[in-house]
């Protein structure tokens, strides 16, 4: 299948192919040329023949830098990548359909992106090529040798539990679709690989190349019968790392929280007794020390959490607003915009019209489909500290904490 992108005369022009296979693979191979003579019967018929072997290389266990031409989203980079399937370029248009994943079709490419979160994997051996299947701990079957192959070479390898590589390891059918041929207006054509798992907001990624060379039985993956708690063994050509950012501090973000002065930022450490202590009205010790440490060290050393969010009412589009258990309404922001006279009941929104008309007297109209509901567990506080006030945001495993100040 072959689709174009083809616009004006000043435009770059792609065309884009599902594979593009060698005429042959690397390996080892035979030729034998055969010639017969005969002249009329003067000459008794003679046959000649002459064999000769040849190998085909080509990248197996390790892969020159020189074929790589980019890689997305770049190395050591920190953007708003989230939303962004992993993927690298490479030189050679052939190179993914070079060798073969499973024996009964040649259409799959024996390469593959695959994407871990920094605590899912350990970091990656240095291996012989000798030493690849001896682990007794790590599945790794015994590939047939080639010419171009050396006991001693080194491998990069990492080795993955089982109970997380049936996850995100794609089936044959799927490695067709991760695999691409582009071209451009110049017939210049490139190999492009796509990884098939989203980077986690706020956290750090670690992209590998793997070979997955006799690694598929039909269209699975053949664990070679290892046990969830196993580890599987992965050649890894190439490798690379990059972070995102969370979702408030991507441009989006930062544009819909322009009132929203951070003070400091605490990610992906989120754990329960931190939770409990906020709860409980108490200021844990880690934001404790945060606040002595910012710009803005806290006045009273006795002060604690001052309110929680009880109730979110989820106005239309993506605004809400925060009310708390002393019946103050915040924006999104953190800021206060009024305050209730009674706390919201169990009827719709729109019933209770105090409420309604309370938020229309204060310049905050609600939509008519506006709904409130009750938090089970706040996930909001707020710390009066004498004329400062502060405002802690949870999202999902991380705590955000801004001034409140005016201005």
Same mark, same amino acid.
């Given at each position: 299948?072959?689709?174009?992108?083809?616009?004006?005369?000043?435009?770059?022009?792609?065309?884009?192919?599902?594979?593009?296979?060698?005429?042959?693979?690397?390996?080892? =191979?035979?030729?034998?040329?055969?010639?017969?003579?005969?002249?009329?019967?003067?000459?008794?018929?003679?046959?000649?023949?002459?064999?000769?072997?040849?190998?085909?290389?080509?990248?197996?266990?390790?892969?020159?830098?020189?074929?790589?031409?980019?890689?997305?989203?770049?190395?050591?980079?920190?953007?708003?990548?989230?939303?962004?399937?992993?993927?690298?370029?490479?030189?050679?248009?052939?190179?993914?359909?070079?060798?073969?994943?499973?024996?009964?079709?040649?259409?799959?490419?024996? @390469?593959?992106?695959?994407?871990?979160?920094?605590?899912?994997?350990?970091?990656?051996?240095?291996?012989?090529?000798?030493?690849?299947?001896?682990?007794?701990?790590?599945?790794?079957?015994?590939?047939?040798?080639?010419?171009?192959?050396?006991?001693?070479?080194?491998?990069?390898?990492?080795? !993955?539990?089982?109970?997380?590589?049936?996850?995100?390891?794609?089936?044959?059918?799927?490695?067709?679709?991760?695999?691409?041929?582009?071209?451009?207006?110049?017939?210049?054509?490139?190999?492009?690989?796509?990884?098939?798992?989203?980077?986690?907001?706020? /956290?750090?990624?670690?992209?590998?190349?793997?070979?997955?060379?006799?690694? =598929?039985? /039909?269209?699975?993956?053949? =664990?070679?019968?290892?046990?969830?708690?196993?580890?599987?063994?992965?050649?890894?050509?190439?490798?690379?790392? %990059?972070?995102?950012?969370?979702?408030?501090?991507?441009?989006?973000?930062?544009?819909?929280?322009?009132?929203?002065?951070?003070?400091?930022?605490?990610?992906?450490? !989120?754990?329960?007794?931190? @939770?409990?202590?906020?709860?409980?009205?108490?200021?844990?010790?880690?934001?404790?020390?945060?606040?002595?440490?910012?710009?803005?060290?806290?006045?009273?050393?006795?002060?604690?959490?001052?309110?929680?969010?009880?109730?979110?009412?989820?106005?239309?589009?993506?605004? =809400?607003?925060?009310?708390?258990?002393?019946?103050? !309404? %915040?924006?999104?922001? /953190?800021?206060?915009?009024?305050?209730?006279?009674?706390?919201?009941?169990?009827?719709?929104?729109?019933?209770?019209?105090?409420?309604?008309?309370?938020?229309?007297?204060?310049?905050?109209?609600?939509?008519?489909?506006?709904?409130?509901?009750?938090?089970?567990?706040?996930?909001?506080?707020?710390?009066?500290?004498?004329?400062?006030?502060?405002?802690?945001?949870?999202?999902?495993?991380?705590?955000? !904490?801004?001034? @409140?100040?005016?201005?």
């Amino acid at each position: 299948m072959t689709t174009s992108n083809a616009g004006t005369p000043n435009t770059l022009r792609l065309s884009f192919t599902d594979r593009h296979k060698p005429g042959l693979k690397p390996g080892d =191979y035979r030729i034998t040329v055969e010639q017969s003579i005969e002249a009329d019967g003067k000459i008794s018929p003679e046959s000649f023949s002459v064999t000769r072997q040849f190998s085909v290389a080509g990248p197996r266990f390790t892969l020159d830098p020189q074929e790589i031409q980019e890689m997305f989203p770049p190395p050591g980079s920190l953007g708003e990548h989230s939303n962004v399937l992993p993927h690298i370029i490479l030189k050679r248009s052939t190179l993914p359909w070079e060798r073969q994943s499973t024996p009964d079709d040649n259409d799959v490419p024996w @390469l593959a992106l695959l994407l871990f979160e920094e605590q899912e994997i350990e970091a990656p051996l240095s291996l012989k090529v000798r030493d690849l299947s001896k682990a007794q701990s790590s599945k790794f079957p015994a590939l047939p040798t080639e010419k171009g192959d050396h006991d001693d070479d080194q491998v990069t390898v990492i080795d !993955v539990p089982k109970r997380l590589l049936e996850q995100i390891i794609p089936t044959t059918e799927a490695l067709k679709y991760l695999a691409h041929v582009r071209r451009n207006q110049n017939k210049e054509e490139v190999a492009v690989l796509i990884g098939n798992r989203l980077p986690k907001p706020g /956290g750090l990624s670690i992209v590998h190349l793997v070979s997955l060379e006799h690694r =598929y039985r /039909g269209n699975e993956f053949n =664990y070679q019968v290892a046990g969830q708690s196993d580890l599987i063994r992965l050649v890894s050509l190439k490798s690379w790392r %990059f972070a995102c950012v969370s979702a408030k501090q991507s441009f989006k973000g930062l544009l819909t929280h322009l009132n929203h002065k951070l003070l400091f930022y605490f990610p992906d450490k !989120v754990t329960p007794p931190l @939770l409990q202590a906020l709860h409980h009205h108490q200021i844990p010790n880690e934001i404790r020390s945060a606040f002595a440490s910012s710009a803005r060290p806290l006045l009273d050393a006795t002060v604690t959490v001052s309110e929680h969010s009880q109730w979110r009412i989820a106005d239309i589009g993506s605004r =809400y607003y925060l009310v708390s258990n002393k019946l103050n !309404v %915040f924006n999104q922001a /953190g800021k206060q915009v009024l305050k209730l006279d009674a706390g919201p009941s169990q009827q719709k929104l729109s019933e209770q019209t105090s409420i309604v008309d309370k938020f229309k007297s204060a310049k905050h109209p609600l939509h008519e489909k506006a709904t409130i509901e009750k938090q089970g567990q706040a996930d909001h506080w707020w710390i009066e500290d004498g004329p400062n006030q502060y405002f802690i945001s949870q999202e999902q495993k991380s705590l955000s !904490v801004y001034d @409140l100040r005016p201005g």
